[in-house]
């Protein structure tokens, strides 16, 4: 086997002029670890811990309830929402940062299906059915309470499914295995050419790419704060509306926070205009603390989500450079090439050992992450299993590319995959 690389002076070089390079440092990252799994759990920024601590200490401790209103506890979720607004291409107060992805997809889904079940005969939802499983369980469960019919097609048979049935397109935009980006603005019109309304999850889009909700037009979005936000382990997620739904959309989990006078408490329900609808009950201050230090942090950026794109794109294409150089063709690419068909994540597939060579890659201090294949899937992408590696350009470095891509190959030579101990499966992959 040809082992021949490019050598690491090239990586150091491409570290030395990136002009993010120095961002690596607002992360406590453990020294010599190459973390490429900030598409599943973000890095711990420096500044989080003492903003967190002060909180519990100075915020709870000392001063107690007092803090809902001195510490700006209570509009944290509007705040935090203004921090993502301009990452996602949407305006001040359109998104509010709260409950999980999945709970803020129920609540949209339920809000335009409602919209859909006033108006039309329409009866479909469609989607993918590799999309995130979390977004078709839901999906499930409202078609089933509310008479309408989940479809799922593969991401080639979407053009032609978006038809005259359809009532809602719910997709994820940057697809969780393959890494694959839809073209949103386009499906959007599809969407909405066919009478239907679009719901994007930005799960692995926001903080990654440049995404434009307004340019899309899109209806309702939802995404995660946990991943490329860098917001902790459970961080709130977020919704944003189209203003444009702003008289029709409706909020299923009708709580007293996002009630229009939640201190009134009178004994009926009155939504809060605007997205402030989509509140439910108190929510978690620790953590959108922490998820606010997150956020913070892009607004100091120089260039903004361009030039974090420019540099992702950099990343993962020596990634996919060096790893063929490294595997020599025992892996195969799932992820497309083509800039604009991806997103912040690197995706291949291999015959045998697919989760043991992951677990043999974090043991030498790689950490990508590894999703099984839907056998029964009629899409052969869908029945790959996935080694998964993602590129948070705020703190991975070219050098870390280089890293991963040797150990990659060392693996794949040694064979140390086949060792007992990676065969173990762990309830978290
Ligand atoms: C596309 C997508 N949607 C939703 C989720 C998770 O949703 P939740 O935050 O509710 O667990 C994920 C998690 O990885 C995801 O990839």
Not at 301 to 318: N, V, Y
Not at 319 to 336: K, N, R
Request: glycine share 8%; aromatic share 10%.
């Amino acid at each position: 086997m040809n082992t021949h690389t490019t050598p690491l002076t090239d990586a150091q070089q491409l570290d030395r002029a990136d002009p993010l390079g120095l961002c690596r440092d607002w992360f406590d990252l453990p020294q010599g670890l190459v973390y490429l799994d900030g598409n599943s759990l973000g890095a711990l920024p420096r500044c989080t811990a003492q903003r967190v601590a002060h909180t519990v200490q100075h915020e709870w401790g000392q001063n107690l309830i007092k803090s809902w209103n001195a510490a700006g506890w209570f509009d944290a979720p509007q705040r935090i929402g203004d921090l993502i607004a301009p990452l996602i291409g949407a305006r001040a107060g359109e998104v509010v940062a709260c409950d999980s992805t999945s709970v803020n997809l129920y609540k949209v889904l339920h809000a335009a299906l409602m919209q859909q079940k006033a108006g039309s005969q329409k009866r479909v939802v469609l989607s993918e059915r590799s999309n995130f499983p979390t977004d078709l369980y839901m999906a499930q469960s409202l078609c089933a309470q509310h008479g309408f019919e989940l479809k799922l097609v593969s991401w080639p048979e979407l053009p032609r499914a978006i038809d005259q049935s359809v009532a809602v397109l719910m997709l994820t935009h940057v697809h969780y295995r393959s890494g694959r980006m839809h073209d949103m603005a386009a499906l959007t019109q599809a969407a909405h050419a066919a009478g239907a309304l679009a719901i994007w999850d930005l799960a692995h889009s926001a903080g990654a790419v440049p995404v434009d909700l307004h340019g899309a037009h899109a209806d309702y979005a939802v995404g995660c704060g946990y991943k490329y936000f860098n917001g902790g382990p459970g961080a709130p997620a977020f919704v944003w509306v189209n203003p444009k739904h702003a008289n029709s959309f409706s909020q299923p989990l009708s709580g007293w926070w996002g009630h229009a006078q939640p201190f009134a408490f009178t004994p009926d329900y009155k939504p809060a205009s605007g997205v402030g609808q989509y509140l439910c009950g108190t929510q978690p201050i620790v953590s959108s603390v922490a998820l606010q230090a997150g956020l913070e942090l892009f607004a100091q950026l120089a260039g903004g989500m361009q030039a974090l794109r420019e540099k992702s794109l950099a990343l993962t294409d020596l990634f996919m450079q060096l790893v063929d150089e490294q595997t020599q063709g025992a892996w195969q690419l799932v992820t497309p090439r083509e800039h604009t068909l991806r997103g912040s994540h690197v995706s291949y597939t291999c015959a045998e050992g697919g989760y043991a060579f992951v677990q043999a890659l974090i043991a030498r201090g790689v950490i990508g992450d590894f999703r099984a294949g839907d056998e029964s899937a009629p899409f052969e992408e869908d029945r790959l299993p996935i080694l998964r590696f993602g590129f948070a350009p705020l703190y991975n470095s070219y050098c870390d590319v280089w890293q991963a891509a040797q150990h990659i190959g060392e693996v794949l030579r040694t064979g140390e995959w086949r060792c007992a101990k990676y065969q173990v499966q762990s309830a978290v992959t």
